[in-house]
Every structure is written in C-alpha cells, then in structure tokens.
C-alpha cells in the first residue's frame, strides 16, 4: 500500500504545476483524498480534498480560483493542477485519504486514521 506524489518542481510566480498522488496495492476509487503542504517552519496545511463518488471537491481559501482537484479511477490517481501560482505556496506537498468516501476528517482536521504518501516539493520563485 503506497500513496506517491509527483509533478513538483521550481516555477517563477504566476506559473502552473500539476501534481499526481498515485496509488498502489489499493483501489484509489473508493476514498476520499485530500491535498496537503507544509512550508519550511510552518505547520501541515489542508489544500484540498475530492470525495470517492460524486468527486465533490474542497479547498482552503487560499487556493480556491487558482487550484483544481480532480481525479482519474482509471489510472488510480489523483491529480491537483495548480495555476497562478504565488511565492507563498512553495511547501512540500503530500497527499493522503483517512481510508473514507467522503471529505469530512479533511474539513474537521481529524487525522487519526490518516494515511499519508510521500511529499512532492514544489517552489516558486523568481
């Protein structure tokens, strides 16, 4: 059981990245899976979550208009594009799903049963 996130890189403020959280040795399909990031020096911060059947999608207000969440069951995969993007959101990405159908550990911060797949680094910067 793996969660691997990818797509990260180096891009001047007002570029785009997509992100991919991938799965392996479990159907992704089935559950929830939330965006996370965490700058240096700063705590973890929720970004964004997509549900397992109807793909409702959420995100913190920072990102809403400039990241979008979706999902692609075929390939196991989850996938955040991320446009227009700022200094302020360089951190080390990382997804992870609470092994649930819908975003509510994600929306009420409750982890405890939180799988969490290895982070990609994203930095932007001039």
């Known amino acids: 059981v793996q969660l691997q996130a990818s797509g990260g890189g180096s891009v001047q403020p007002g570029g785009s990245l997509r992100l991919s959280c991938a799965a392996s040795?479990?159907?992704?399909?089935?559950?929830?899976v939330g965006w996370f990031r965490q700058a240096p020096g700063k705590e973890r911060e929720r970004v964004s979550c997509?549900?397992?059947?109807?793909?409702?999608?959420y995100y913190t207000d920072s990102v809403k208009g400039r990241f979008t969440i979706s999902r692609d069951n075929a390939k196991n995969t989850v996938y955040l594009q991320m446009n227009s993007l700022k200094p302020e959101d360089t951190a080390l990405y990382y997804c992870?799903?609470?092994?649930?159908?819908?975003?509510?550990?994600?929306?009420?911060?409750?982890?405890?049963?939180?799988?969490w797949g290895k982070g990609t680094l994203v930095t932007v910067s001039s």
């Open positions: 992870a799903t609470n092994w649930a159908s819908v975003c509510d550990w994600f929306r009420v911060g409750d982890y405890a049963q939180a799988y």
């Open positions: 040795g479990f159907t992704l399909e089935t559950y929830a």
């Open positions: 997509i549900t397992s059947r109807e793909g409702s999608t």
